[in-house]
């Protein structure tokens, strides 16, 4: 097991969004959550981050099991220092070309000397296909050019996980395949991946580990193939059916 | 008339001349030390340190809720009444960069705070410490975006300083009241002072087109 979250719960005031929330990602899952607006996916992947802090739940990275609210800054840097977060709005530093997105970390968190990280950085980039947009701001680039360059920033860091908060849903139509393309290529050289998604389709055929949320708690939980074909829950079945022809 | 003009020539010289030596520098040295304040005392706020935020906002407060004119004068002629004797040039330079701290700092966190939150915590994510992405990420965008009202503020205070003169410091205006007590030409005198007070502030302006010509590379075009 490489992820491991147990009881995770979180609350904005009066409003309980996360209820007790359990996952267990292994190295080279391609994992999706998927649910309905306001389940509460969003909120979970960033309690997984620490971008919130949860109310309560443990989080066992590596086996290293940990109370997630006693996590110390410096410990959560250094398991920051493992993990890489795609944000659906991408948030690519807008000071920096797409190839100083790539290598701010690697220079500053990770004392990368600059020739190496920029080695490293054009690379990422072509991965994503994108080296030859190296020098461009993100305002210069297309939304999904953007978010490709996001991708880039994250891979780069060697990351044992990568979690994407609906890295699709900012863009054009037109533009989604693209990023989606990434994403896939992604998972077939065995990245983890936690991705929250509303992308039907590629859940379907990327993903090899499905969970489903809603109103704050995981309905259901487990292979991909087996729950689009035959789900055991009713309000499972309901969510997937329009997906499931 | 050619007496008008000699007179204009003459006095040229003796006006610009405290100017680039006096005025300028009061300027410059007055203008970093603020810029340096008002970094520290908006971090403080945005960072929300408790105690420091309220001193910070106490600092604001006094300084801008009072004249710049009031404060030279405590600075200079009261403070030697507890034993603080400061010389004029240093009690001016207190005086300005703290007024202008706490104006500037104002400037400053509400442009931090205008910078994305999103940005800071792409930085989180990729690992970096509160002081890397406060360096290299949200105040290089919040200073982008200061750009124009702290200019503003500079030229400002460049005109401010005229007002050093009343702490005996030999600037530009007091040298210029001493030349008119000697030759009773206060229109032609106080017209070429505000002159190459003009003259100075057009240099900064147009400083200030060709400075956000070069921050504005990474940001949209307005349409
Ligand atoms: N910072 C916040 N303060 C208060 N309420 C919040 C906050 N963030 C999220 N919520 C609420 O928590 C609930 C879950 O939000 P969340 O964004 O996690 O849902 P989601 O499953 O990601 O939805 P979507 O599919 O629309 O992105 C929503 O009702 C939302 O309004
Ligand atoms: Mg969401």
Avoid at chain 2, 59 to 74: A, D, M, S
Wanted: hydrophobic share 50%; aromatic share 8%; glycine share 6%.
């Amino acid at each position: 097991m490489l992820l491991e979250a147990k009881g995770v719960c979180k609350r904005f005031g009066e409003l309980e969004v996360l209820k007790n929330v359990d996952l267990a990602v292994n190295a080279g899952d391609a994992a999706v959550i998927v649910g309905p607006s306001g389940a509460g996916k969003t909120t979970f992947l960033r309690c997984l981050n620490f971008l919130e802090t949860a109310d309560a739940g443990t989080l066992s990275f590596e086996g290293d099991a940990r109370d997630m609210r006693s996590m110390t800054k410096k410990e959560i840097r250094a398991y920051r220092m493992h993990t890489a977060f795609v944000f659906q709005g991408f948030n690519l530093f807008l000071n920096k070309t797409a190839l100083h997105n790539v290598t701010e970390g690697l220079v500053t968190a990770r004392k990368m000397h600059k020739k190496e990280a920029e080695a490293r950085g054009m690379e990422a980039l072509r991965r994503v296909g994108l080296a030859e947009k190296s020098g461009h701001y993100p305002h210069q680039l297309s939304g999904g050019q953007q978010q490709r360059v996001a991708i880039a920033r994250a891979i780069a860091a060697e990351p044992k996980i990568i979690f994407f908060d609906e890295p699709t849903s900012a863009l054009d139509p037109e533009l989604t395949g693209e990023v989606l393309g990434v994403m896939r290529s992604l998972a077939e050289d065995g990245m983890t991946m936690l991705i929250v998604t509303h992308e039907m389709e590629f859940a379907r055929t990327v993903s090899n580990k499905l969970i489903f949320m809603e109103a704050g708690e995981v309905v259901e939980a487990g292979d991909t193939a087996k729950i689009f074909s035959n789900p055991e829950k009713e309000r499972t079945a309901a969510f997937l059916r329009p997906f499931n022809k | 008339m050619s007496n008008a003009l000699a007179l204009f020539l003459d006095s040229f010289p003796k006006i610009l001349l405290p100017g680039l030596a006096m005025t300028i520098p009061l300027t410059v040295i007055s203008f970093t030390i603020a810029l340096g304040i008002a970094i520290v005392v908006a971090m403080v706020q945005h960072a929300k340190l408790p105690v420091l935020t309220q001193l910070c906002r106490a600092y604001i407060w006094i300084f801008r809720g009072t004249p710049l004119l009031v404060q030279l004068f405590v600075v200079f002629y009261g403070l030697p009444k507890v034993g603080v004797l400061i010389e004029p040039f240093p009690a001016a330079v207190l005086v300005f960069s703290l007024n202008e701290g706490a104006y500037s700092a104002e400037t400053v966190r509400a442009a931090m705070e205008a910078v994305p939150a999103g940005q800071f915590e792409a930085g989180q994510c990729v690992g970096m410490s509160y002081f890397q992405i406060m360096r290299r990420i949200v105040l290089p965008q919040a200073m982008r975006t200061a750009f124009p009202p702290l200019s503003n503020s500079l030229i400002a205070m460049v005109k401010d300083t005229s007002l050093a003169a009343n702490i005996t410091v030999t600037e530009m205006f007091m040298v210029t009241q001493r030349i008119v007590a000697r030759t009773y030409e206060p229109l032609l005198l106080y017209v070429e002072v505000g002159l190459v007070y003009l003259l100075f502030s057009t240099v900064l302006t147009f400083v200030q087109r060709r400075g956000e010509k070069r921050l504005n590379v990474y940001v949209k075009k307005e349409v």
